[in-house]
């Protein structure tokens, strides 16, 4: 998958969390069991070898600052979010070792080889309205520095974009990326009115939210 797919798969884990920011509990041997499957397909798939021929060295929980999953691509934009999920180390029959980033059931090699980081092992996944909504409240949190709590949904109505810029471009040239569906969320914090602007993968702020 591609690394802006990546950022789809770690905002799963995101809402499977519930945004929270709690440390992951230590792994018994039977939670290890499907993390280090995962990463063993993971890299299989990644070579194009038998996973047989693969070699776990580590596994471990981590969570991840953001939804990169510690791996960000230069130029992109991640949520600052808790991410919970695994890195493991894979030994391959050369000897070679491939990093593992793992996080909502799937991830991918992060390795410093860019020319590889096409995977395919999940497929770039959408989001519900609530699911959308959850993360529009959620990076409206953060941005403001209160809790999620505090932040009220006013309305969500359905629309399409004509490009990948939701809208949101300005002056400035749309992204590439032909018309999607999607939704306009208003939320609320202390009389102010929010709008975010989401496609089926990511909500934005529109406009920008300025912070003192």
Do not use: N
Not at 90 to 117: L, P, Y
């Amino acid at each position: 998958m591609t690394r802006a797919a990546a950022a789809g798969l770690a905002v799963i884990g995101i809402l499977a969390a519930g945004c929270t920011t709690a440390q992951s509990p230590p792994m018994t041997e039977a939670s290890k069991e499907a993390p280090a499957g995962l990463a063993l397909e993971i890299v299989a798939e990644y070579l194009s070898v038998d996973a047989d021929e693969l070699e776990l060295l580590r596994i471990e929980p981590v969570e991840w600052r953001d939804s990169g999953i510690g791996c960000p691509d230069p130029g992109m934009d991640y949520l600052h979010v808790i991410t919970p999920g695994h890195f493991a180390l894979v030994r391959d029959a050369s000897g070679a070792t491939h990093r593992v980033h793992m996080a909502g059931g799937s991830g991918f090699v992060c390795e410093q080889d860019r020319a590889k980081s096409v995977q395919k092992v999940q497929p770039l996944p959408t989001f519900s309205q609530s699911q959308l909504e959850a993360l529009a409240r959620a990076d409206l949190a953060r941005r403001l520095g209160v809790p999620p709590g505090e932040i009220s949904l006013l309305g969500t109505r359905p629309t399409e974009w004509p490009d990948a810029s939701l809208g949101c471009a300005g002056d400035e040239a749309a992204p590439a990326g032909g018309a999607s569906k999607g939704f306009v969320v208003t939320l609320s914090h202390a009389g102010r009115r929010y709008t975010y602007h989401t496609d089926l993968r990511r909500a934005i702020p529109c406009p920008p939210i300025k912070t003192r």
